[in-house]
């Protein structure tokens, strides 16, 4: 299977998740902004944190951040006001004999020196009129377009949690753009127009308003970690959208049946989106194992989840729906079901033809992530009915990989992906 399907197994797992965002601020609330902050700088203590402002005399103000007084023992005053900023002092003196550091007033001047005039023959700048008039109407952050009341925060276009999670919960208005929100939509289309419907192509599958970061499926930490709050949960990818583009082409690039056979047309793609408790066993395995590769396995369902039509969103109760349940409890209840082809396992295939004969056409294929470790090799049905001595996982390449079969015997190797549907 192609290596394009590599990335999306970064997102779900922990490993890494650091590279979503390096700035977690994204989309806090208030309160949220003010608990961060506190951790910016780790070499300063809580107690200190929370001290009240003090005001002290510049000559008293350490030399190197002017920021905190300095350090006093013993009735010794030294120049800096702790270790760090004393390294910083040490650093300089190291790298230069005379390092030039500015030396400080002995007082603070109580009133402002007036601007120097300008040289003869400079002309000085005009400002704006709206500045000029103390009117600072054009520097406002645009309005949340959830509550209509707070400044969105920095380039989103919600205030905070609460709104980002209610904007990706409800969809926003539905007469304005899916993207920017804050345009009419045109015409029949979702967005207000080409600019908006093209970073809708490439947009975060949770929020939908802003890109996406990077090759992952989401824009930040934050969507992540809502996103996560409500598994296991499907993010549609519309048609035209990156992932949807490239889960349609593997899709169709991994069809071995031949030219005579019909691929089906692909629907709708979904992401799925696990919480940590579901994909820690995966990763200790993967961990421990190795060799990821990316398998389909195609499956039924009893429900309208993912159909063309249905206003279906959350997976169903019925034990019947193999789909659904899968979703919930990975392939758990799948794993120790007799087959006589190698035994309990859990069976997928690099060949999407093969998963697509088990789906019924009405059914769906999922694209999992599986953990092969050692594989043994198979050339007939039956040469082994269970996972041999010193192997991790069981290939057969019947027909020259046409009808390919992968089986693995533990549940912690396999994990879902993508679901695609046709119908």
């Given at each position: 299977?192609?290596?394009?399907?590599?990335?999306?197994?970064?997102?779900?797992?922990?490993?890494?998740?650091?590279?979503?965002?390096?700035?977690?601020?994204?989309?806090?609330?208030?309160?949220?902004?003010?608990?961060?902050?506190?951790?910016?700088d780790l070499s300063i203590s809580n107690s200190e944190r929370r001290r009240p402002l003090v005001l002290h005399p510049v000559e008293s103000l350490c030399i190197i951040c002017l920021a905190r007084p300095k350090y006093t023992l013993n009735g010794r005053s030294y120049t800096t006001c702790?270790?760090?900023?004393?390294?910083?002092?040490?650093?300089?003196?190291?790298?230069?004999?005379?390092?030039?550091?500015?030396?400080?007033?002995?007082?603070?001047?109580?009133?402002?020196?007036?601007?120097?005039?300008?040289?003869?023959?400079?002309?000085?700048?005009?400002?704006?009129?709206?500045?000029?008039?103390?009117?600072?109407?054009?520097?406002?952050?645009?309005?949340?377009?959830?509550?209509?009341?707070?400044?969105?925060?920095?380039?989103?276009?919600?205030?905070?949690?609460?709104?980002?999670?209610?904007?990706?919960?409800?969809?926003?208005?539905?007469?304005?753009?899916?993207?920017?929100?804050?345009?009419?939509?045109?015409?029949?289309?979702?967005?207000?127009?080409?600019?908006?419907?093209?970073?809708?192509?490439?947009?975060?599958?949770?929020?939908?308003?802003?890109?996406?970061?990077?090759?992952?499926?989401?824009?930040?930490?934050?969507?992540?970690?809502?996103?996560?709050?409500?598994?296991?949960?499907?993010?549609?990818?519309?048609?035209?959208?990156?992932?949807?583009?490239?889960?349609?082409?593997?899709?169709?690039?991994?069809?071995?049946?031949?030219?005579?056979?019909?691929?089906?047309?692909?629907?709708?793609?979904?992401?799925?989106?696990?919480?940590?408790?579901?994909?820690?066993?995966?990763?200790?395995?993967?961990?421990?194992?190795?060799?990821?590769?990316?398998?389909?396995?195609?499956?039924?369902?009893?429900?309208?989840l993912g159909k063309v039509g249905s206003n279906q969103t959350k997976v169903c109760n019925d034990s019947r729906c193999s789909m659904c349940n899968i979703l919930k409890t990975s392939f758990k209840l799948l794993a120790f079901f007799i087959l006589n082809r190698f035994g309990a396992g859990?069976?997928?295939?690099?060949?999407?033809?093969?998963?697509?004969?088990?789906?019924?056409?009405?059914?769906?294929?999922?694209?999992?992530?599986?953990?092969?470790?050692?594989?043994?090799?198979v050339s007939a049905w039956n040469e082994v009915m269970s996972c041999p001595t010193g192997y991790d996982s069981v290939i057969f390449d019947r027909q020259n990989g046409t009808l390919n079969e992968t089986v693995v015997y533990t549940d912690d190797a396999i994990r879902p992906v993508f679901?695609?549907?046709?119908?």
């Open positions: 299977m192609s290596d394009d399907y590599r990335y999306p197994s970064d997102l779900d797992s922990d490993e890494g998740s650091i590279l979503w965002d390096q700035d977690s601020r994204d989309y806090l609330d208030d309160d949220d902004e003010d608990f961060l902050d506190s951790f910016d702790g270790l760090r900023c004393a390294a910083i002092l040490q650093n300089a003196t190291q790298a230069s004999p005379a390092p030039s550091i500015k030396r400080l007033p002995t007082s603070t001047p109580s009133v402002r020196p007036p601007p120097r005039a300008p040289a003869i023959g400079t002309r000085r700048r005009a400002l704006p009129a709206s500045t000029a008039n103390g009117d600072s109407s054009h520097t406002q952050k645009p309005v949340c377009v959830v509550c209509k009341q707070r400044p969105s925060y920095r380039d989103a276009v919600t205030c905070g949690l609460t709104c980002l999670e209610s904007l990706a919960t409800n969809g926003g208005d539905p007469t304005m753009c899916n993207y920017c929100h804050r345009k009419p939509r045109q015409g029949t289309e979702p967005q207000c127009g080409t600019t908006c419907a093209e970073s809708a192509n490439k947009a975060c599958l949770y929020c939908r308003s802003r890109p996406r970061n990077g090759r992952y499926h989401l824009c930040s930490m934050a969507c992540k970690k809502l996103s996560t709050k409500q598994t296991p949960l499907l993010l549609e990818a519309p048609k035209g959208h990156a992932t949807y583009e490239m889960v349609e082409k593997n899709f169709l690039s991994s069809w071995k049946a031949g030219a005579s056979s019909v691929r089906p047309t692909v629907k709708r793609v979904y992401k799925i989106i696990e919480n940590a408790d579901f994909l820690k066993p995966y990763d200790a395995y993967k961990k421990r194992v190795k060799n990821e590769q990316f398998r389909y396995h195609g499956t039924t369902r009893t429900c309208s859990v069976y997928t295939s690099s060949a999407s033809n093969k998963a697509f004969s088990f789906s019924n056409t009405s059914g769906a294929v999922l694209v999992t992530k599986v953990v092969l470790g050692k594989v043994r090799t679901l695609i549907t046709f119908s």
